[in-house]
């Protein structure tokens, strides 16, 4: 009898990721709201999986993050955690998860471990330090995120690159090293520009992901429908698309429909046979 040897893929885990920091490994990040899109990128192989709140702009029709709640956070989670992928994953607090109390957080956020998230991520600098603090307290791993936080896009007024003048680099810099002292494992760098990325990754010793943040972040992530040209329309200035996706989905689906409305789909392949022994039945039929 001859025996396959079984393939194991160990899931990745924090100690994992950083022995990669260590040893200068870039990380690569995506986002999955279902399924589907975290089957695809599992099977790609990136190192880490974010159930993002952008799932509400990306997924959900709306305008920002802002409407996200954690029972639209915590269902997608479920669906991309039933599919146990390798890659470490990471759910992101939606907007008024941890705004309410240090109570209210952790069980917000424990409740994403719950359902097979590792870590969890939140924007915000040094204001968030008590919540953070409580976390990790917590055993919750705690990933930061600053620059371009999009729950903050009213403050911002609008999507904007941050930390451009003086005093905002200088306060992401020292936020920077605040969220490291509290215990993140990392931190998510978007929306600023590249040299003051390179600064924060050289001033901490934790992974940097960054999003529009330059190419001197430890690591990268993009949102998947992002990568693969899944949105119409054009994409912003810090997406490069590695598929046209939007047009090759749609192009196929318009093929199948010419072939439904000519008569073309299904045919014999797609179809299923009735037995010889009752074929006769049928012809004797009569209502
Ligand atoms: O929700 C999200 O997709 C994010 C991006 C910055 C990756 O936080």
Redesign the pocket.
Known sequence: MSHQPIEIHARVTLPQLHAWYRAARRLV???AYDAVTARIADAAGVDMI?V????GN?CLGFEN?LPVSMAMMNHHLEAVARTRPTAFLMA?MPYLSFHLGVEDTVRNAGGFLQRGAQAI?L?GGAKRLPVIHALIDAEIPVMG?LGLT?QSVNPMGGFKVQGKQKADALRLLEDAQKLQEAGCFGL?L?GIPADLAAKVTETVEIPT?G?GAGPHCSGQ???FHDVLGLLSGTSPKFVRRYAEGFETLRTAMAVWAEDVRGGGFPDERESYTLPEAVRPALTQWHP
């Open positions: 990040m995506t986002t974010l993002g709140d952008s799932v990306v993050t992101d991520k924007e995120h999009p998510l978007e992901i999003i992530v993009l949102v």
